[in-house]
């Protein structure tokens, strides 16, 4: 099994910044791609940022500049560093894992977490 914790969310205003962390736990020796989506009322889940096992990353373009992903795979967490906030980014933000292997193989497919919300607001 494996659970993804997040936090980090709040209200803050704009032109600030917010840490989100996602900390994943389980029977875990390792862990492909780990992302940040984001769904505002209304609106489709979208890509945030994503970042793979060997260090690459992308981002939407809405973000570049603003935010920046990391990870740290001795803790399984991957972190949302949030700069420059714009009402515009107000959403539940979601964090996502792929290719989570195990003791004995890969496990499921994807495996999402709970969701915080963030907002910026004044």
């Known amino acids: 099994q494996v659970q993804l914790v997040e936090s980090g969310g709040g209200l803050v205003q704009p032109g600030g910044s917010l840490r989100l962390s996602c900390a994943a736990s389980?029977?875990?020796?390792?862990?492909?791609?780990m992302g940040w989506y984001r769904q505002a009322p209304g609106k489709e889940r979208e890509l945030v940022a994503v970042?793979?096992?060997?260090?690459?990353?992308n981002y939407a373009d809405s973000v570049k500049g603003r935010f920046t992903i990391s990870r740290d795979n001795a803790k399984n967490t991957v972190y949302l560093q949030m700069n420059s906030l714009k009402p515009e980014d107000t959403a539940v933000y979601y964090c996502?894992?792929?290719?989570?292997?195990?003791?004995?193989?890969?496990?499921?497919?994807?495996?999402w977490g709970q969701g915080t919300q963030v907002t910026v607001s004044s």
């Open positions: 389980g029977s875990i020796f390792s862990i492909d791609a």
């Open positions: 996502k894992v792929e290719g989570v292997a195990g003791p004995i193989g890969y496990v499921g497919y994807e495996h």
């Open positions: 970042i793979k096992s060997g260090g690459s990353t």
